[in-house]
């Protein structure tokens, strides 16, 4: 009963976890992202502290861009991509954007394509937002490092999810 709790109020504060009364991955997944937005040990483990915070109705997300209406934004320095919309934060993902060498460009840029499936490199339910940047699933999205070409990379299990919610035209904020 207290991880179905636990989910509702991660789920409330714009977290993605499972619905039911087991800790599942997408729960972890969940924690994970909760905990990069506060600065935390990038772990999937649920402590009472995170359970208190969530039950105290704190601990989501704060937008940089509230006023921008439905829309994605992405921390670099939390490896975090949000999708917001009447101010809030909706959904928070844990992510992994470009290394040092490769890293992900920032600003204010619009979605202009969509590519369904895996393509050719294994990225899977893209969304494209500057030349070849894109949001996708991929199965290796790292905890601890950013470690794409650029791109912003999801687990898989979260790509087709964000690929239903993104629309063509939409903004998409990176920093």
């Keep these: 009963k207290d991880v179905k709790i636990f989910n509702r109020l991660l789920y409330k504060q714009g977290y993605v976890p499972s619905n039911g ?15 990069k937005v506060h600065g935390r040990a990038k772990s999937t483990r649920a402590t009472p502290g995170i359970f208190k915070t969530l039950a105290d109705g704190r601990g989501a997300y704060k937008l940089r861009h509230p006023g921008a209406g439905r829309h994605v934004e992405v921390s670099i320095g939390r490896q975090v991509m949000v999708l917001a ?48 940047y894109a949001i996708h699933g991929y199965p290796s999205v790292p905890a601890t490092y950013p470690a794409s070409h650029g791109c912003v990379r999801t687990p898989i299990p979260d790509a087709r999810s964000i690929y239903n919610w993104v629309r063509l035209g939409m903004s998409i904020y990176t920093y």
């Design 85 to 132: 919309d009447n101010g809030r934060a909706q959904r928070t993902y844990h992510v992994s954007t470009g290394k040092a060498s490769t890293p992900t460009v920032r600003g204010h840029f619009r979605f202009y394509r969509r590519q369904p499936g895996f393509n050719a490199v294994g990225m899977y339910y893209s969304v494209y937002f500057h030349g070849g």
């Design 21 to 35: 009364r087991r800790f599942t991955a997408r729960t972890g997944r969940a924690v994970l992202a909760y905990r």
